[in-house]
């Protein structure tokens, strides 16, 4: 696995940028600090008061803070209008020498909070704290509810993605009982075949949404989603390869943020090979699943996988290590408390091995209890069904 550096990776999580657009003066003049802001990402972009902001800013954006010129008609019209066409983010003027009419234009023009230029740290900490608050409150009803659940392998062939089919199968039978919709989306756009382990060929995949660009709307999401006999919607990977690299971060993370109000469960089925985009749907995730089997190549693997996450910020508690296809043998060369100590990190979820079992109930594309109501992989991943339930803190 190549190594990264953090700084250059930028890990989208919906709604958490903080865009200061200011003047090269005002850049220069301005006190900075740390790059996280009251829990935001603070990025800088060096604009002239009068010129437009540009799209790609407006849509990442949670707060912007924007400088304005009194003295040029243009620089107060781009401020009200950014603030009338963009209700959901939250707009803070900057202004040198504020005097009392500019106080009262920006007031006129619903603008709630001003900060003084040049700008100061605490006070950049102190108004933004103050705007987060309140558009927080004001969202809380609107957000979509539904809990991001990932899962992705140590090193290939660790059986990963056949875990993930069976446990989101049964999760979804045990969330149709409930009253609640459960999605799996296969995001390995080269080696994906999540469908095929339940038994499905959909004739629509991940790439129609990709495709729909602007046109993507809920409508479009659900017509897509393929129906298994658990009650599970399937998004499937591409019929043909799909270079990662081509996925853009900002539209992979709209999609599973959409099907977040559609489903109260989003299981992603995540690639390998780690992309800006997937690192972005992990670091926005609320459950990560790491699987791993006990042999050193494996374990050696999770253990980078582990730190890399939690060097980008991803955080420890998130993260849970599978160890999958588990012997039941008096003397293994490696067992359970020899994968905790090589990880660094308890592991509490295992799946026993049942290959003949398993193998049948991906081949028939049903759910292993289907074809043996009791045994001891369908005993396992009830425990991993009861420890989602547990992390995402529902009865």
């Given at each position: 696995?190549?190594?990264?550096?953090?700084?250059?990776?930028?890990?989208?999580?919906?709604?958490?940028?903080?865009?200061?657009?200011?003047?090269?003066?005002?850049?220069?003049?301005?006190?900075?600090?740390?790059?996280?802001?009251?829990?935001?990402?603070?990025?800088?972009?060096?604009?002239?008061?009068?010129?437009?902001?540009?799209?790609?800013?407006?849509?990442?954006?949670?707060?912007?803070?924007?400088?304005?010129?009194?003295?040029?008609?243009?620089?107060?019209?781009?401020?009200?209008?950014?603030?009338?066409?963009?209700?959901?983010?939250?707009?803070?003027a900057?202004?040198?020498?504020?005097?009392?009419p500019?106080?009262?234009?920006?007031?006129?023009?619903?603008?709630?909070?001003?900060?003084?230029?040049?700008?100061?740290?605490?006070?950049?900490?102190?108004?933004?704290?103050?705007?987060?608050?309140?558009?927080?409150?004001?969202?809380?009803?609107?957000?979509?509810?539904?809990?991001?659940?990932?899962?992705?392998?140590?090193?290939?062939?660790?059986?990963?993605?056949?875990?993930?089919?069976?446990?989101a199968?049964?999760?979804?039978?045990?969330?149709?009982?409930?009253?609640f919709?459960?999605?799996?989306?296969?995001?390995?756009?080269?080696g994906?075949?999540?469908?095929?382990?339940?038994?499905?060929?959909?004739?629509?995949?991940?790439?129609?949404?990709?495709?729909?660009?602007?046109?993507?709307?809920?409508?479009?999401?659900?017509?897509?989603?393929?129906?298994?006999?658990?009650?599970?919607?399937?998004?499937?990977?591409p019929?043909?390869?799909?270079?990662?690299?081509?996925?853009?971060?900002?539209?992979?993370?709209?999609?599973?943020?959409?099907?977040?109000?559609?489903?109260?469960?989003v299981?992603?089925?995540?690639?390998?090979?780690?992309?800006?985009?997937?690192?972005?749907?992990?670091?926005?995730?609320?459950?990560?699943?790491?699987?791993?089997?006990?042999?050193?190549?494996s374990?050696?693997?999770?253990?980078?996988?582990?730190?890399?996450?939690?060097?980008?910020?991803?955080?420890?508690?998130?993260?849970?290590?599978?160890?999958?296809?588990?012997?039941?043998?008096?003397?293994?060369?490696?067992?359970?408390?020899?994968?905790?100590?090589?990880?660094?990190?308890?592991?509490?979820?295992?799946?026993?091995?049942?290959?003949?079992?398993?193998?049948?109930?991906?081949?028939?594309?049903?759910?292993?209890?289907?074809?043996?109501?009791?045994?001891?992989?369908g005993?396992?991943?009830?425990?991993?069904?009861?420890?989602?339930?547990?992390?995402?803190?529902?009865?």
């Amino acid at each position: 696995m190549p190594e990264f550096e953090p700084n250059s990776w930028t890990i989208r999580r919906p709604g958490a940028a903080a865009e200061l657009v200011l003047s090269e003066e005002e850049v220069l003049a301005a006190e900075f600090g740390p790059s996280v802001v009251g829990g935001m990402s603070l990025d800088t972009s060096r604009i002239e008061p009068d010129d437009p902001v540009p799209a790609e800013i407006i849509k990442r954006a949670r707060v912007i803070v924007i400088e304005v010129r009194p003295d040029r008609p243009a620089s107060l019209a781009r401020l009200i209008r950014l603030h009338v066409e963009n209700p959901t983010i939250g707009v803070i003027a900057a202004v040198r020498n504020m005097s009392i009419p500019t106080m009262q234009a920006l007031l006129r023009a619903g603008i709630k909070d001003v900060i003084a230029l040049p700008l100061v740290r605490s006070d950049l900490e102190a108004v933004i704290d103050r705007m987060r608050e309140e558009i927080e409150r004001s969202q809380v009803q609107s957000e979509p509810t539904g809990k991001v659940v990932s899962v992705i392998a140590s090193v290939g062939g660790v059986g990963a993605t056949a875990l993930l089919t069976q446990a989101a199968a049964l999760y979804a039978k045990r969330e149709g009982d409930r009253g609640f919709g459960t999605c799996l989306f296969d995001l390995d756009l080269q080696g994906g075949n999540a469908a095929t382990h339940l038994g499905m060929s959909p004739a629509l995949t991940i790439s129609e949404l990709l495709d729909a660009g602007k046109r993507l709307d809920p409508a479009v999401l659900t017509s897509v989603a393929s129906a298994h006999g658990s009650g599970l919607k399937i998004i499937a990977a591409p019929a043909e390869l799909m270079p990662t690299d081509t996925v853009s971060t900002d539209q992979i993370c709209d999609i599973v943020h959409m099907a977040t109000a559609e489903y109260r469960t989003v299981f992603l089925d995540l690639p390998s090979d780690w992309t800006n985009w997937s690192l972005s749907l992990v670091a926005q995730s609320d459950v990560v699943f790491l699987v791993v089997e006990l042999s050193i190549a494996s374990l050696r693997q999770a253990q980078r996988q582990l730190a890399l996450l939690i060097k980008l910020g991803v955080p420890a508690e998130k993260i849970q290590v599978v160890v999958n296809r588990v012997e039941k043998k008096l003397f293994q060369q490696i067992n359970l408390k020899d994968a905790s100590e090589t990880i660094g990190r308890p592991i509490g979820l295992s799946v026993t091995n049942d290959f003949a079992l398993m193998n049948t109930a991906l081949n028939r594309g049903v759910t292993i209890g289907d074809i043996k109501a009791k045994s001891h992989v369908g005993r396992d991943l009830n425990k991993l069904l009861d420890a989602i339930d547990m992390l995402l803190e529902r009865a």
